[in-house]
């Protein structure tokens, strides 16, 4: 194994992805079992993990994948997801929460339930699952090879945003401030904690935006660096923060959003006569 290989490697380490059925959580998978780790799917949709699962096996890959149902938006939902981990594996060396809801309504109709539905699972979900994994991520841990935690945040929980997705901008404001304060206290266990913070990728939940190559380009024209996010862009941070060279980061918020996060109409004294 040459340098760049050993020091981005995750072979023989063992991950765990909620809602990675699709988009981003699917990206993130795809580059875990390329890069030859054991990674295990789960989300609401059981059938769609065990068929990605299989694509991912098919690859010819060095790493392998295992699907099944997760539901991270109720308690209940947390322990049985919990137990099911723990039937498989006495260990675990990546966790990505990824799980996640949006909800979209103008400010004057938007529902009292769409707050709860929404932060169960983006923020709720993600720290319970987050605490059940803990005797797993400890076991995998070591002072050398920290065990992983990566969060879904979002350009949206750092950028000012709503487009009518108010439940959501403010819990992944909260998932930004909850893996700070969990990098802090999870330190001395040997686990990092970091967060994606997005902008505009393909996914189920952006499809009424990007679901079209005519679509995605009006989207990204609007992103500094002139285009959407592509599997490569969160391939490529994900191998970063879980394999050797992302060992000593952990409270990141680490923004994959082509320039959006400092982006920004303000212009104090340019134009001034």
Not at 72 to 89: C, D, F, I, Q
């Amino acid at each position: 194994m040459s340098y760049l290989e050993e020091l981005f490697s995750v072979s023989g380490k063992t991950a765990l992805i909620t809602g990675a059925a699709s988009g981003i959580g699917r990206m993130a998978a795809t580059a875990l079992v390329h890069g030859g780790a054991r990674v295990m799917i789960a989300s609401r949709r059981a059938a769609e993990c065990e068929k990605v699962a299989d694509e991912l096996n098919a690859l010819g890959a060095s790493g392998s994948a295992e699907g099944f149902g997760g539901d991270v938006g109720s308690e209940a939902g947390v322990v049985e997801l919990a137990e099911a981990v723990k039937a498989r594996t006495d260990r675990l060396h990546i966790l990505i929460n990824n799980a996640g809801l949006s909800w979209g309504e103008n400010l004057e109709t938007f529902p009292y339930h769409a707050w709860a539905r929404v932060l169960n699972v983006n923020v709720t979900g993600l720290f319970h699952l987050t605490r059940e994994m803990l005797p797993l991520l400890e076991k995998a841990a070591s002072h050398e090879d920290p065990a992983r935690v990566i969060n879904l945040g979002s350009v949206m929980g750092t950028q000012p945003i709503a487009d009518g997705a108010y439940s959501y901008t403010a819990s992944k404001a909260a998932v930004h401030h909850l893996t700070r304060t969990l990098a802090g206290e999870l330190a001395g266990r040997w686990i990092t904690v970091n967060a994606f913070a997005p902008g505009p990728f393909q996914s189920r939940m952006t499809a009424f935006a990007t679901g079209t190559d005519e679509k995605a380009a009006k989207v990204g024209s609007r992103v500094p660096l002139a285009r959407i996010g592509n599997p490569d862009d969160i391939a490529g941070a994900t191998l970063y923060l879980c394999s050797r060279a992302g060992s000593y980061v952990t409270g990141a918020i680490l923004p994959l959003d082509g320039g959006q996060a400092v982006q920004h109409g303000m212009s104090l004294f340019k134009d001034v006569d």
